[in-house]
């Protein structure tokens, strides 16, 4: 049969993200693919080098869009790594009560976006509204409602205003209730099912041959592989959560798995606003000027669940006021381009965008 | 007797019954604006919360659009890389006219926060014209939608006209591309 | 975990059982690193994996100018016995090669390639790592090195926006006084409630 060539993105409804799949197709069938990235590439990891340790916490939330969270508290407990910086008891709960906001608000981003390759947007309009309201609480909180720039090394930048738990608690509260409508809306919707129930398999072999973590790996070889479990940073150690497993891993299961993880953050949300002591925030790391600081010299990796999956930075210091180089895992970077490459190619066309949807790729920090 | 036929007494000129057209035509098209949706970069992740239930772009006509040979509004979302750029100018000269920019956050103003990068362009009207300009980083849904605001209001006064700059100066546009990108042309595996 | 101290016991046996060490740091509860030669490169990781340490977190290069090396860094992980562990080896830097790890790990492919294209080393055995991958028609040395300046690229080949005043500081110490004696004025406004006296 004739090859034909296609390709999906960098400007389609269905493609999330600025990043593009090339597609050797055979009638509807997918023969060879792969992504190609670097539309967005803005040389993060050399603009690190060149700036202060102070001065890089305003330019790293930039590296990954849906949730940039994850970026400053791997930034800041890679530095604190080194500096053998101990943080405050109530920045680490803060810091906590942060992250799992934006865990939600990007599975909501990631489950609403399930709304453009299968046609079902009424999903998509209810999760950005819910994630609207997230950004609007962390606003309250940072003063900034996308780039909060608010985990700093040595803490976080300022205390939490007045009556904010209320409003957490407010939100938790009806999206707690809501879940169970997103599950009816999206998973459960008798309408798409049959486009994401049994389709894009992936089978444990190919998670370990890919190095897939996050959802895509829990999904399929049914053990808690969480970085808050096995390897726990800030005060993941001290609240109880679970982590949604599953053996049979469809696009459905991932989804499902996204939803119970909404479920557990929530939970984790309402042990810290129980749990959080009072005290200070911040410590300065008192190394030199105020802003010209240094750190010494050292190696550190620094590990962060993010929602997709391991995310991390990779930090060397040679003892000077900036990094010598900070090389950034992104979660989504053997999915996107070795899982294009290696497991697309047998499935279909309409489910390269699934693919794309279900496995949490996020160009952003695949290209840097 | 007079003549039934009707005959105005000063006779329109071709140029005069153009310019009315235009005029009726802008009438409709600032109140049904199609937007392309080319995610460029960061700034489009507050295209959803403009566009959704919360602040309803729909309210002021406009909505999004997939192909470009159908939108109105090319979107620029942010910084815009050498790779993007090459489509981005591909996007916009598949559009059809009248065509109109809008740049969001202040990279494609002057670079912003990667204006040293090795990557990133620091100032998009160099490449192709754009109409108007939204500042942040990133905007507010209210500042991008006051931005549609100021391109409605401008095409009223007709000073969106930048289509037609990048027909009036299109050597001085293709220069800078390709002093910029080297050529123009994807060159890469998928289109050989 | 509750075991964590015998996982890096554990680690530490199985390196030092392999290959000689060069140096060797415990950055964390959690986390080891360890400096070897290039050629044990393929061996210790191999073992490793057979360990169970079967998912490769990370590839990359660090540049060190001043030694002349490139140093490679290969980040490991178990989820069983959650130790990171950093394999790190230094290379030459004059046509810097190594070669690829992918019958090792398969997930190494796209590590290899950018590292490739950021740092220009060469692996052998990766069968496109000369492909571009991210970067489009680069016409300079690899980004990622130190003598690079994106500053002076970016100032050659994109038009920056020229702006009609100039807002910076040119005279640091001037501009402080300057600032203190609006400062002063200020307060003095403010102290007399806006009346001139």
Known sequence: ?368 | MLSTKFTPKNKMTKAEIDRKWWEVGDYFRRNSLWLLMYCTGCCAVELPPSMTSAYDMERLGMGPMATPRQADILLVSGYLSLKTLRRLIYTYEQMSEPKYVVALGSCPINGGIYHDSHAVINQLDQYIPVDVYVAGCMPNPESVLNGFVDLMEGIKQKTMNGWKRYHDHFEWYKENQKNSLGEVIVHDEFHQ | MTNSINNLELVKELVSKTTTILKEENIDVQQLAFEVNTCDIHHVLSVLKSAGWKQLSYLSAVDWPDENKFEVVYILFNWDKPVYVQIRTKIDRENPSIDSILPIFPGAKYYEREAHEFFGIAFPGNPDYEKQLILEGWDDIPPLRKDFDPSAYSDRKFPSREYPQDYSVTDEKNHSLEKRAERKARAERLRTGGKKQ
Not at chain 1, 114 to 122: I, R
Not at chain 1, 196 to 223: F, Q, Y
Not at chain 1, 286 to 302: E, I, N
């Open chain 1, 1 to 368: 049969m004739k090859e034909m060539k296609l390709f999906l993105g960098p400007q389609h409804p269905g493609m999330h993200g600025n990043a593009s799949v090339h597609m050797f197709v055979d009638g509807d069938i997918i023969k060879r693919s792969y992504l190609l990235p670097g539309m967005l590439h803005r040389g993060f990891e050399k603009q690190m080098e060149r700036k202060l340790w102070v001065n890089n916490i305003s330019l790293i939330p930039r590296v990954c869009v849906p949730e940039p969270d994850i970026n400053e508290m791997s930034f800041a407990t890679a530095a604190e790594k080194i500096l053998k910086l101990e943080v405050p008891e109530r920045a680490h709960w803060i810091r906590m009560i942060i992250l799992e906001l934006a865990r939600i608000s990007a599975h909501l981003m990631a489950y609403g976006g399930l709304g453009g390759p299968t046609g079902n947007y009424t999903l998509m309009y209810h999760a950005h509204v819910d994630r609207n309201l997230i950004l609007d609480i962390f606003e309250k909180i940072t003063g900034a409602r996308v780039y909060h720039q608010y985990i700093v090394i040595g803490g976080v930048r300022q205390d939490l205003p007045d009556g904010i738990e209320e409003d957490i608690n407010v939100f938790i509260d009806d999206l707690e209730r809501r879940l169970v409508e997103y599950r009816d809306l999206g998973i459960d919707n008798a309408s798409i099912v049959k486009r994401i129930k049994d389709t894009i398999m992936l089978p444990e072999e190919v998670v370990w041959e890919l190095g897939v973590t996050g959802i895509g790996m829990r999904s399929a070889v049914n053990k808690p592989y969480d970085v808050r479990k096995v390897v726990p940073y800030a005060r993941y150690d001290q609240v109880e959560f679970e982590v949604p497993v599953s053996d049979y891993s469809d696009a459905r299961a991932r989804l499902d798995i996204k939803i119970k993880e909404i479920q557990q953050s929530i939970i984790i949300i309402r042990q810290c606003l129980a749990k959080m002591p009072e005290g200070p925030v911040r410590v300065k790391p008192d190394r030199g000027q105020s802003m010209r600081w240094t750190v010494p010299k050292g190696y550190a990796y620094a590990p962060i669940e993010s929602s997709r999956g391991e995310f991390g930075y990779y930090m060397v210091s040679n003892g000077g006021t900036s990094p010598w180089r900070v090389g950034v895992r992104g979660a989504s970077y053997p999915q996107g381009l070795l899982g294009i490459e290696k497991y697309l190619p047998g499935t279909r066309i309409d489910d390269a965008a699934l693919w794309v949807d279900t496995m949490g790729i996020c160009s952003p920090e695949i290209d840097r």
